[in-house]
């Protein structure tokens, strides 16, 4: 029999960026529509609202359930969103009962990587496997375990903090606490800084194109590696390097099927990936190396959105949403 969860859909909210990403996906994981609009700092709950009434017009069969991907700490026994620095007033509320009273709907809160992560899973890059971790390297670095097909919080909810391992014992500090972790070298706006320290200390650095843009982004470097500018070509090669080490240690750590790598430093394709997979082969354990596929994230900007809307499909299921 047929139950009517299954020809219902579920709504999707992403509010990790700067605009608010919402998508109505059908319980099989297609996506119907698509939304985006402005997260203007004002109330979040009327904002996150909007949007899904909309979404909800589109919807033919009904809607079932709505999930949120939060930049920050949900207590998975509560709901309660505990830490957020880009949305505090996310943790001042109860975010999710003051959804559900306006929406209607049962509501699954999650934190952002874990529910791109649940997303690539479900139906993207990791499809297929078990056992996965995901890395999403952006504005900052994210990481997210999915064990025997369910995701992974640890003790306190933090697991997955990849962006955090160290990386270079003598590097500079991060915003941690700690010295050299990985997203020290390797986020976006630290490929740029170690972009312009470069091309400021290399002479020959003066035949790169991206000495005549001084405003560059890490966008703009990938850019002009995969244009054949050298100098660029080096400083991904180099960033993709620093990640295979970590990635090395994920490997050994947790033997996993496959290991999903997403976020915008991620679009410079194989330039990126390429020495990702030579560097974490050649530091992994052999035969725990052999047993992972380290791919390429493939659902781009949904990834979050998607994952929250089948996370909401789920606790739906299994009753856990409030
Ligand atoms: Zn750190």
Not at 175 to 187: H, I, K, Q
Request: aromatic fraction near 4%; charge should be negative.
């Amino acid at each position: 029999m047929t139950s009517p969860e299954q020809t219902k859909d579920y709504i999707g909210v992403d509010v990790s960026g700067a605009a608010l990403r919402a998508a109505l996906v059908s319980s099989g994981g297609q996506v119907v529509e698509r939304r985006e609009a402005a997260l203007d700092g004002g109330d979040l709950v009327a904002q996150i609202t909007r949007i899904v009434a909309e979404l909800r017009d589109a919807s033919r069969g009904g809607v079932a359930a709505l999930g949120v991907g939060i930049p920050g700490l949900v207590n998975p026994e509560t709901g309660r969103v505990i830490i957020s620095s880009g949305l505090p007033s996310a943790v001042s509320g109860d975010l999710q009962a003051e959804l559900k009273g306006a929406t209607g709907l049962p509501v699954t809160l999650e934190n952002d990587a874990n529910a791109g992560a649940f997303g690539e899973y479900t139906i993207g890059a990791g499809r297929g496997s078990r056992n996965m971790f995901y890395v999403t390297i952006g504005a900052g670095i994210g990481g997210a375990i999915i064990l025997d097909g369910k995701l992974w919080h640890g003790a306190s909810g933090f697991a997955g903090e990849f962006g955090h391992i160290t990386i270079d014992p003598e590097g500079i500090e991060c915003t941690c606490g700690n010295t050299g972790c990985l997203e020290t070298v390797a986020s976006a706006p630290n490929i740029v800084r170690r972009t312009h320290e470069r091309l400021y200390r290399d002479g020959t650095s003066s035949l790169s194109r991206l000495a005549m843009n001084k405003e560059f982004t890490a966008a703009d470097v990938a850019r002009e590696a995969r244009n054949g500018d050298d100098f660029a070509l080096l400083m991904i090669e180099r960033t993709g390097r620093s990640i295979g080490t970590a990635v090395a240690a994920v490997i050994n750590l947790l033997n996993p099927e496959r290991i999903v790598l997403g976020g915008g430093v991620m679009e410079a394709g194989a330039l990126i990936l390429d020495p990702i997979i030579r560097v974490a082969g050649r530091r992994a354990f052999q035969p725990c190396f052999e047993a992972t596929q380290i791919v390429a994230a493939s659902l781009g900007t949904d990834a979050v959105s998607t994952g929250a809307a089948m996370l909401a499909r789920d606790a739906t299921s299994s009753s856990k949403a409030v």
